[in-house]
């Protein structure tokens, strides 16, 4: 019965060891830049504001979504939304401006504008996918 016991404290150990060893394998790939699911990171941000009164950005953003959805703009910040959204061009119904801000489609739906009581307007428009 000793001989059992033995067998079966050190079968547990060796279980617990190799546990503690594929969790510290998952966190380490967890720093090396693996996004948690459903969220998104801002990974290059340019500005140019060579023109008086106006500003051009562009910012590249990198998104692990879950399945259905695709990365999009929530309240002007990078986000997971549904996929549905961004193929059918309605880029309103994923709420990409800030609070106060009115949400209106380009004519062409080649993208948005968010325009402030103050008559401050932003125009966004998504670049396509690059094939890959």
Known sequence: M?????????????????????????SHLLREGQLAVGTCEIVMLNRDSSVPRR????????????????????????ACVDA????????????PCLEGEVCSLLFNRSG???????????????LPKEPS
């Open 55 to 78: 500003t051009i950005a562009r910012q590249t953003a990198r998104c692990a979504c879950r399945r259905g959805q695709i990365a999009g703009t929530t309240r002007a910040r990078p």
């Open 84 to 95: 549905r959204v961004v193929r059918s061009r309605q880029w309103c119904e994923m709420a």
């Open 2 to 26: 000793q001989a059992g016991a033995k067998t079966l404290s050190a079968g547990g150990g060796a279980s617990l060891c190799c546990l503690l060893l594929l969790w510290l394998i998952y």
């Open 112 to 126: 948005w504008t968010c325009t402030r009581g103050s008559g401050r307007i932003k125009t966004v428009t998504p």
